[in-house]
C-alpha cells in the first residue's frame, strides 16, 4: 500500500525504553502493525522499538537510495521490490542458525523467485489487489476491471486508484491484455492510452485513503488491498470485493534484512519473533490478510479466518507484479509520469 511518502514518525512509546539494552528501527507500511505486538517484542527482548512508514514500494526503495539506508534495521517491501533492492545491494544475509523459526514457514512461500531460500527476508502477510464497489451507488455486474478502466456512468467520477505504478499498471495491463514489462511500442501505446482515457473518469489517486473514502462514502468504487476492503465492510461500508475475470494481483509483503543495519542482532530477534504462530496471526487479525506461517489457524478470529476477500473463487487468476529490466521500465516509468500530471 499515492503521495511519494508519508514520513509518519512513530516513535513508539514502549515499556522499559529507558533501559533497554538496545534499540530496533522499523520502515513499515501504514496501519500495517498492531501496536500490541510491537509492545509485546519490547517487553520480551528489553528493546526501544521505533518505527517510520511509507505507503508505496516506491516511496520505500526512494527513501533508501536517498540516504537512508543504514537508518533502519528492517523495512517491508513487496514481492518484486525484494529482488529490486537486492539487485541495488541494500540487503544483508542471514543463515538459518540466525532464524531458527525458519521452518515455520510455509513451504510454498520458503522458495520464492525474489529469494531464492530465505536468505534475505521472510513472509510477512499476502493477499490481493483488485477493487471494491459501493453496492449502494452501483448495482450492475461485478465481475470486470472495466468497471475500473471504462467505467459506467455511475461510476464516473467516483472512483479512486492505488497512487503507486506497479499495482496501477499490472491491473491496466491485466485488462488491455497485454504481457507485464512489454517492451513493445505498440502495446506500451496502448496501454499509455488506457490510462489516459480512464483518469478523466478517476476522482482521486490514493494509497493510504482507499480505505477511508469507501467508508465515507466520497467514492463509489476503488481500486484496494483484500485487508483494506474486509476492514471497510467491518467499519459499516457496503462494499464489495470484485475478482475480475481478467485476473488480480496477488502479493507477498516481506520482511528483510536490510544492508548496514544499526542494530543487526534485534532485527533478527524481530524477524524470528514474527514467524512464531501466534505472533503472525496477530498481524493477520489486525491487517486482515493471510500469513504465510504454519499454525496460524488456531489463533485466527472466525470472521478474519472466513473473510470473503481471502478466500477467491477457485477460477480467479491471480499474478504478481514483475520486477521489469531497468530499460524497461524506464517506460513505464514516463507512461506513469505522464499519467500523475
Not at 75 to 81: F, K, L, R, T
Request: aromatic residues 10%; negative net charge.
Amino acid at each position: 500500500m499515492k503521495t511519494f511518502l508519508t514520513s509518519t514518525a512513530l516513535a513508539l512509546a514502549l515499556a522499559g525504553a529507558a533501559s533497554a539494552e538496545g534499540k530496533l528501527t522499523i520502515y513499515h507500511w501504514f496501519e500495517y502493525i498492531p501496536q500490541e505486538l510491537l509492545d509485546k517484542f519490547a517487553a520480551e527482548y528489553d528493546v526501544e522499538v521505533t518505527m517510520d512508514t511509507f505507503d508505496s514500494n516506491e516511496a520505500l526503495l526512494a527513501a533508501l537510495k536517498a540516504g537512508k539506508l543504514g537508518s533502519y534495521d528492517v523495512a517491508v517491501p513487496g514481492d518484486y521490490m525484494v529482488q529490486i533492492m537486492a539487485d541495488e545491494g541494500m540487503l544483508d544475509t542471514f543463515t538459518p542458525e540466525e532464524m531458527p523459526n525458519l521452518g515455520n514457514i510455509q513451504d510454498q512461500w520458503m522458495d520464492v523467485a525474489f529469494d531464492p531460500g530465505r536468505k534475505s527476508s521472510i513472509p510477512y502477510q499476502w493477499g490481493s489487489t483488485s477493487f471494491s464497489v459501493n453496492t449502494e451507488m452501483y448495482d450492475g455486474p461485478l465481475d470486470s476491471l472495466g468497471l475500473i478502466f471504462d467505467p459506467p456512468a455511475e461510476l464516473a467520477g467516483k472512483i479512486n486508484v492505488l497512487d503507486t505504478a506497479g499495482e496501477t499498471l499490472t491491473l491496466a495491463s491485466l485488462y488491455a491484455g497485454i504481457p507485464q514489462c512489454s517492451a513493445d511500442r505498440d502495446q506500451l501505446k496502448a496501454l499509455n492510452a488506457l490510462v489516459q482515457g480512464a483518469k478523466d473518469s478517476w476522482a482521486s489517486f490514493g494509497s493510504d485513503v482507499a480505505k477511508d473514502v469507501l467508508v465515507s462514502g466520497d467514492a463509489a468504487a476503488g481500486m484496494i488491498w483484500s485487508g483494506f476492503s474486509a476492514k471497510a465492510r467491518a467499519e459499516g461500508a457496503p462494499v464489495e470485493y470484485v475478482f475480475p475475470k481478467e485476473g488480480m494481483i496477488v502479493w507477498m509483503d516481506n520482511v528483510v534484512l536490510l544492508k548496514d543495519a544499526p542494530n543487526r542482532e534485534n532485527a533478527l530477534k524481530f524477524m524470528n519473533f514474527l514467524l512464531e504462530p501466534e505472533n503472525a496471526a496477530a498481524v493477520t487479525n489486525y491487517a486482515q490478510y493471510t500469513a504465510g506461517v504454519k499454525g496460524v489457524e488456531e489463533f485466527l478470529a472466525p470472521e478474519v479466518a472466513n473473510s470473503p476477500e481471502s478466500n477467491p473463487p477457485a477460477d480467479v487468476t491471480g499474478v504478481f507484479v514483475q520486477a521489469c529490466p531497468e530499460e524497461v521500465q524506464v517506460m513505464y516509468d514516463a507512461i506513469w509520469t505522464e499519467l500523475k500530471k
